[in-house]
């Protein structure tokens, strides 16, 4: 039996992980793909106190410190069900039950799909969600970023500084991106912004993406869009699939958690890009890790089960 079980090998996990091996209780860290979303991430330069480094990197920074304690780490392992309890169990995807005291949920957040024809044949053959990743795949050619968000605009003015042109398609009638990158946006010669627009098909030739279709919101007219690429940027989903039914989450499926960290279900704390925090950031999983086992050491020592 592990005094905290973490499910999730992201920042948040890793930050958990150590924090809960340095109070010496027994801890273990279950992971789908240990690193989490930092392994799809190129420069990361908000890192506080590290100037500049990679998600590779980093995530391999984050398995060295880890490994420096006395933790079972379960990588490649997806948990299916929680059974909450005095003991709780977590069932993963081969059959194993794994039994926790404590149980720290940081199973991190994933890309939102746009779920349109074309999307899923052409994923990785022009179909992309990570400009920081792809964007130099696309040198010289013209894109699409679809989400007028913070990150989708984010994405057009990075990618607009490599490609030859971005259309940037929006489904709502105006941008929902801060003003100060709007206006950047706006600034740039080789970004047309489209609104009020539904993308309805990614097309292609069999192997590569050639083109995007949309709906003009307004007058329902069909318009074809000639490129090479199409980034999705509407969001991120929580991977939360998995526990509905059992710890109270919200309209968007983020867990619920309180300051501590706790969810609404007692001995059950989660962190990082899984829950409601409002900013989906490493610093910021990685405190929020750090909040959720010292909140798990001391439902421990409080319940006399240490
Ligand atoms: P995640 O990193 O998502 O980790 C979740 C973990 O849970 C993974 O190990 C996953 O495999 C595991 N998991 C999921 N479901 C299950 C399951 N059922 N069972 C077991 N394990 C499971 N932030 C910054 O601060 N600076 C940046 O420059 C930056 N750039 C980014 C660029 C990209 C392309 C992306 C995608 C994100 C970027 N972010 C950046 C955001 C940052 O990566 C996230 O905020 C951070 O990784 C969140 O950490 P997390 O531990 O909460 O979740």
């Not at 958690?257 to 990685?286: C, E, H, L, R």
Request: with cysteine; net charge neutral; charged share 20%.
């Amino acid at each position: 039996v592990f005094d905290v079980l973490i499910v999730g090998g992201g920042p948040a996990g890793a930050a958990s992980a150590i924090y809960a091996a340095r109070k010496g209780i027994n801890t273990g860290v279950l992971a789908e793909r240990f690193g989490g979303q930092v392994l799809d991430t190129l420069a990361i330069e908000n890192f506080v106190s590290v100037k500049e480094t990679d998600g590779p990197k980093f995530a391999v920074a984050l398995e060295q410190h880890v490994k420096e304690y006395e933790v079972d780490v379960m990588n490649t392992q997806r948990a299916v069900k929680l059974v909450p309890g005095r003991i709780a169990e977590v069932h993963t995807a081969t059959g194993a039950v794994l039994k926790a005291k404590t149980v720290i949920l940081s199973t991190g957040a994933r890309w939102r799909e746009i779920n349109v024809p074309g999307e899923k044949e052409y994923r990785n053959h022009g179909v992309a969600y990570c400009p920081h990743c792809d964007g130099p795949l696309f040198k010289g050619k013209r894109v699409a970023v679809i989400g007028g968000g913070n990150s989708g605009v984010e994405a057009a003015i990075d990618l607009a500084g490599i490609v030859q042109h971005v259309t940037l398609i929006e489904f709502g009638a105006e941008l929902r991106a801060d003003a100060v990158l709007q206006r950047k946006l706006r600034s740039l010669p080789n970004v047309t912004v489209i609104l009020s627009a539904q993308t309805t098909e990614i097309h292609g030739d069999g192997k590569k993406v050639n083109g995007l279709s949309y709906k003009d919101r307004n007058t329902n007219e069909l318009h074809r869009v000639e490129l090479e690429g199409v980034f999705v940027q509407i969001g991120l989903v929580p991977n939360t699939e998995w526990l509905k039914g059992t710890v109270a989450l919200s309209k968007h499926g983020e867990i619920e958690i309180d300051a501590k960290g706790q969810t609404s279900v007692p001995g059950v704390f989660a962190a990082g890009d899984v829950t409601t925090v409002p900013y989906k950031q490493i610093v910021i999983a990685v405190g929020a890790g750090a909040t959720a086992a010292l909140s798990a050491f001391d439902h421990l020592i409080r319940s006399g089960d240490d």
